[in-house]
């Protein structure tokens, strides 16, 4: 998968006419809350998906937003597990040491 330029497609989702946009009665014709046609497309399940994006895009990228803060979270959480074992090994050399001799 490439990567993802979040932040454009942040702007252009926020950029687009404000929503929700839904599917009009005249077929494919997707019309904003506020009245007034933003597309046409000759089938019902073309106009249903671009009617859904105005929506589903900014959720899917607060979505991604929240994965992607879970996950720095998580490795945040792993650096510091590994940096309190390598103190602890080292403490426990240091008692090893001083019961040897």
Do not use: C
Request: hydrophobic share 45%; aromatic share 4%; glycine share 8%.
């Amino acid at each position: 998968m490439t990567d993802l330029d979040l932040a454009a497609i942040q702007a252009r989702a926020d950029a687009a006419t404000p929503g929700p946009w839904t599917l009009g009665i005249v077929y494919g014709t997707v019309m904003r809350s506020s009245g007034g046609n933003i597309a046409r497309d000759s089938t019902e399940a073309n106009a249903e998906f671009i009617a859904h994006a105005r929506t589903d895009v900014p959720a899917l990228l607060a979505r991604i937003a929240e994965l992607e803060a879970g996950r720095d979270e998580l490795f945040d959480g792993r650096v510091l597990a590994r940096r309190e074992r390598n103190l602890a090994e080292r403490d426990l050399d240091a008692v090893k040491e001083s019961t040897d001799g």
